[in-house]
């Protein structure tokens, strides 16, 4: 016999689910059943599907058998360096002189971030363990980058703008 309800295969003699616990046959369906629980002081009815006494058997552990311990928690954040390994304040730099290029000095800054960040990179892989922030010294190096190549085409534009301004005002005299 199939339950109706999940479609899981069931002896033909059986009252509920043994996979969802629903009932198998109409008159097996009336009441549901209610087992009470006592918390504390509290005694609170709670509703349970099938018979009482067959979900007690299937959440209790049979006498004798071991239970296995619980799975350990899995973390899928990055991992992190071990406590008290500081930062290479040369890519610290880098990031921050790459976040200045791109906002208060477009050139200037945007060299400096690049030339710390390759800097920072490198000291980092000659003192593993020791300083961190391989991380930090690329993101300024990405910004420098951008930065410079945000001002070459700004200047591209601007002397592109000037150079047709020029032969504009000689073609009229």
């Known amino acids: 016999m199939f339950c109706p309800m999940c479609g899981a ?7 509920y689910c043994g996979n969802c616990g629903a009932a198998l046959h109409e008159e097996a369906a009336g009441e549901p059943a209610v087992e009470t629980v006592k918390e504390g ?5 709670v509703q349970v599907e099938g ?12 006498p004798g058998t071991e239970v296995p311990p619980a799975p350990p928690a ?7 360096p071990a406590a008290g390994v500081p930062t290479s304040g040369m890519a610290i730099a880098s990031l921050v002189a790459g976040i200045g290029g791109l906002t208060v000095l477009p050139l200037l800054a945007s060299i400096v971030a690049i030339v ?5 990179r490198r000291d980092i892989r000659d003192r593993p363990g020791e300083v961190t922030g391989e991380g930090v010294a690329l993101a300024g190096i990405v910004l420098g980058w951008i930065a410079v190549g945000l001002a070459i085409l ?3 534009v601007v002397g592109g703008i000037a150079l047709c ?4 005002s000689v073609s009229y005299s």
């Open 51 to 62: 018979p009482v006494d067959e979900v007690r058997e299937e959440a209790a552990p049979k």
């Open 74 to 80: 899995r973390s899928y954040s990055a991992p992190r």
């Open 154 to 156: 700004g200047i591209i």
């Open 165 to 168: 301004a020029m032969i504009a």
């Open 41 to 45: 002081s509290e005694s609170i009815d």
């Open 116 to 120: 710390l960040g390759y800097m920072a």
């Open 9 to 15: 295969p069931n002896e033909d003699d059986a009252e």
